[in-house]
């Protein structure tokens, strides 16, 4: 086991509504990224946090935002579901040091299955 | 941009079977970091292998090996011998510095299912 986990394990929400996921990072870890992952596809990039900022976004609109706590845990939020969020998505922790990032081990999380009716 | 290719998106072989998994990736950048990944039916990423763009060192675990040939652009992972705890999706993924960004996305490719019949 990684030591990321992830709450809750599963979620039922309908369209419109809004959601909070929420991961807390391996004990040493400081840059948390979380990934979508729709059924039958690799994961997509969704946006990274580092001291507490968004460090990095992939193509997913605003209506996703997220934050990064003193203790490097994290919160994923969507607004407005649609029902193509549907999907696993993905926490992941790493440990990022002073120089220029370029490819710490990013460890994973289980998972939040949301499913939006 | 970069890019993560898994041609293969099923697999089956029979258990004790070698099998190889290609994954092929494009890259403008010279430095970059390649990564295996392995995803069980439980959904949770396990991570497997981090190689960098200057060691093109092949690498063995146990029964898994993994062949990186810069010059046509693959990181293909090897099973010898495989077992039905290998039956998983297999994710290769790119990451390479955002310029100006700071931060370090991993692009993944669409995953191989293997299934090890017993």
């Known amino acids: 086991e990684t030591g990321v986990t992830q709450s809750p394990t599963h979620l039922i929400k309908t369209r419109g509504q809004q959601v909070t996921l929420r991961c807390s990072s391996q004990s040493g870890h400081n840059t948390v990224s979380w990934y979508q992952q729709a059924l039958g596809q690799g994961p997509q990039f969704i946006f990274q946090?580092?001291?507490?900022?968004?460090?990095g976004r992939g193509n997913f609109p605003p209506r996703f935002s997220g934050l990064q706590f003193p203790n490097y845990s994290s919160e994923l939020n969507v607004n407005a579901l649609e029902l193509d969020d549907s999907a696993l998505y993905l926490c992941?922790?790493?440990?990022?040091?002073?120089?220029?990032?370029?490819?710490?081990?990013?460890?994973f999380g289980p998972g939040t299955r949301l499913l939006v009716l | 941009a970069q890019k993560v290719t898994q041609a293969q998106t099923e697999i089956s072989v029979v258990e004790k079977e070698d099998v190889t998994l290609d994954c092929v990736y494009e890259?403008?950048?010279?430095?970059?970091?390649l990564f295996w990944y392995k995803q069980p039916p439980s959904g949770e990423l396990v991570f497997l292998i981090r190689?960098?763009?200057?060691?093109?060192q092949n690498e063995i675990s146990g029964r898994y090996s993994w062949n990186f040939q810069k010059s046509t652009s693959s990181f293909n992972f090897t099973i010898t011998a495989s077992q039905v705890v290998d039956s998983a999706v297999y994710f290769c993924?790119?990451?390479?510095?955002?310029?100006?960004?700071?931060?370090?996305?991993?692009?993944f490719g669409k995953g191989t299912k293997l299934s090890v019949i017993p």
């Open positions: 993924a790119l990451s390479e510095t955002r310029s100006g960004a700071g931060s370090y996305q991993l692009t």
């Open positions: 890259t403008r950048d010279t430095t970059y970091y």
């Open positions: 992941a922790s790493s440990l990022r040091g002073l120089a220029v990032p370029v490819g710490e081990t990013q460890y």
């Open positions: 190689r960098n763009s200057f060691d093109e």
């Open positions: 946090y580092y001291r507490e900022e968004e460090n």
